[in-house]
């Protein structure tokens, strides 16, 4: 590959004291027993995203039984077209660092330069029968890799709401509040339509890219999604701030803000039935989601620069033969490397002839020699 990770390395990292790599292929498998060390590897690698990693741990969780606090290192050595680029995190007073290049740089974002990554865990399993606000969550954070502010602008919404219920119960100053409004709306506009911008995306992949995956409809549902399809952003963000407004006594009771794009629904429905993917069986479901992954990774090779990376932590065993290979062969032709576990190598079948594979065993990681 002409882009790829080419070595990983963890130092008092979860269950490893010390991990070194070699990586040459464009799939990498790492198989054994539950509990063998796998999804450590795999969570090694997410930390380079700018989010807290595939398990969202604390960073105190992250340490080695018997290491001293805060002793942990993980490097990944990335090359990209014939140069090399060193990327290091490590803990520094209860939060992560990072560095380039053996050179500090002022956030995680900075990673994202130079790589980006999406996985697929067994928890995500139950995504689409999640409570609204976690499946809002899930959606949101693929909005964000496809557009750099939208999560800024999502926090942003939240302390703005925040202000004003304070206000409102506290201040009583209308001048402010009509400005607070007026900005709440402003950034209820951005939100969705980023979001409706990604819904559309998603639409155009799914139709451009045949799959044996199905593939769901997606949209995304709400009294502000309603406002902004009748009118002009302008007029929206007119509207909303009206709306806010209006409800300000309303508000002050139940102390929450009535209207807003947190309260938005995203939903997946199956394309023939129609059903919601949360009516849907568990094997549609899982099927939704690893379609959802693939035009996800096929909008941002569109639009963003770096390493695509895919980390599938025990995926294989949810799909039957057929389905693995056809997986295989989409993986293919999005050409990116992804890292795989599962308990049983002949999960990866389809894939072990053009595969580095490695049996994990107590944390410990052998190289194995398939024959073709």
């Known amino acids: 590959m002409d882009s790829a990770i080419v070595k990983l390395g963890c130092k008092n990292f979860r269950s490893y004291r010390m991990l070194a790599l070699q990586i040459s292929s464009q799939f990498v498998v790492f198989y054994g027993e539950n509990g063998a060390g796998k999804t450590n590897i795999l969570e090694a690698i997410s930390l380079f995203s700018s989010d807290r990693g595939l398990r969202k741990a604390p960073i105190s969780d992250l340490n080695s039984i018997g290491s001293p606090s805060s002793s942990w290192n993980v490097d990944l050595l990335l090359e990209k077209n014939g140069c ?15 560095r380039i290049d053996d050179s500090g740089v002022p956030s995680l974002s900075k990673f994202e330069e130079n790589l980006w990554l999406l996985w697929v865990v067994p928890g995500m399993n139950n995504i689409f029968i999640n409570s609204i606000s976690d499946r ?20 942003k919404l939240t302390e703005l709401q925040k202000e004003r219920l304070h206000v409102i119960f506290h201040r009583k100053d209308e001048n ?124 941002y090779q569109r639009s963003r620069s770096g390493i695509p990376i895919l980390l599938l932590d025990d995926l294989m065993v949810h799909l039957d033969e057929n389905r693995r290979q056809k997986l295989a062969e989409e993986l ?21 002839s053009v595969s580095q594979v490695y049996q994990v065993e107590k944390s410990i990681c052998t190289l194995q020699k398939i024959n073709e």
């Open 332 to 352: 293919k032709c999005l050409n990116v490397q992804t890292f795989f576990t599962g308990t049983d190598i002949n999960f990866f079948r389809d894939i072990l």
């Open 84 to 98: 090399r680029t060193l990327l290091s995190t490590t803990p520094s007073n209860g939060r992560r660092t990072a």
């Open 176 to 299: 402010w509040l009509q400005i607070l409004e007026e900005k709440i709306a402003e950034e209820n506009v951005k939100i969705t339509k980023s979001r409706l911008e990604f819904v559309k995306l998603l639409q155009e992949i799914f139709d451009l890219y045949p799959s044996e995956f199905l593939r769901p409809i997606v949209d995304i549902s709400g009294e502000i999604e309603k406002i902004y399809h009748s009118n002009s952003e302008e007029d929206a963000a007119l509207e909303i701030a009206d709306i806010l407004r209006k409800n300000r006594h309303e508000d002050s009771e139940r102390q929450t803000t009535s209207i807003g794009g947190l309260k938005t629904v995203w939903i997946a429905c199956h394309r023939k039935t129609l059903l919601t993917a949360e009516n849907c069986s568990t094997g549609e479901q899982k099927a939704f989601l690893i379609s959802l992954i693939l035009a996800v990774f096929r909008i």
């Open 136 to 155: 809002r969550a899930f959606f949101d954070h693929l909005v964000s890799g496809y557009d750099k502010k939208h999560k800024h602008n999502l926090k």
